[in-house]
Nanobody, 121 residues
């Protein structure tokens, strides 16, 4: 099983930016970012395929967030710009089954512990 460790969360003002990182012990899978706000279900934010760089974004983050991966460093990134209070959540990275331009699928075999992102003035 792949070990995943997220970092980079914090408190930021509306309109600000953060970059999340997810260090992985193995990096041959499609992988994605998910988030869970208080009282809400966990939702997919973005994913990237294992080798050809295909990406998917939730409508709520399109144009503001950018996912990328450095296979040499076994690290996944999420650049978050123009942050809004509704982006406040715990952000998780997880391995996924398939990431295409229009959908993603499980299985979600490995999850990180999460990193808190708070957008507030």
């Amino acid at each position: 099983q792949v070990q995943l460790v997220e970092s980079g969360g914090g408190l930021v003002q509306p309109g600000g930016s953060l970059r999340l990182s997810c260090a992985a012990s193995g990096f041959t899978y499609a992988i994605g970012w998910f988030r869970q706000a208080p009282g809400k279900e966990r939702e997919g934010v973005s994913c990237i395929s294992s080798s050809d760089g295909i990406t998917w974004y939730a409508d709520s983050v399109k144009g503001r967030f950018t996912i990328s991966r450095d296979n040499a460093k076994n690290t996944l990134y999420l650049q978050m710009n123009s942050l809004k209070p509704e982006d406040t959540a715990v952000y998780y990275c997880a391995t996924i089954g398939i990431c295409s331009r229009t959908y993603y699928t499980g299985p979600f075999r490995s999850w990180g512990q999460g990193t808190q992102v708070t957008v507030s003035s």
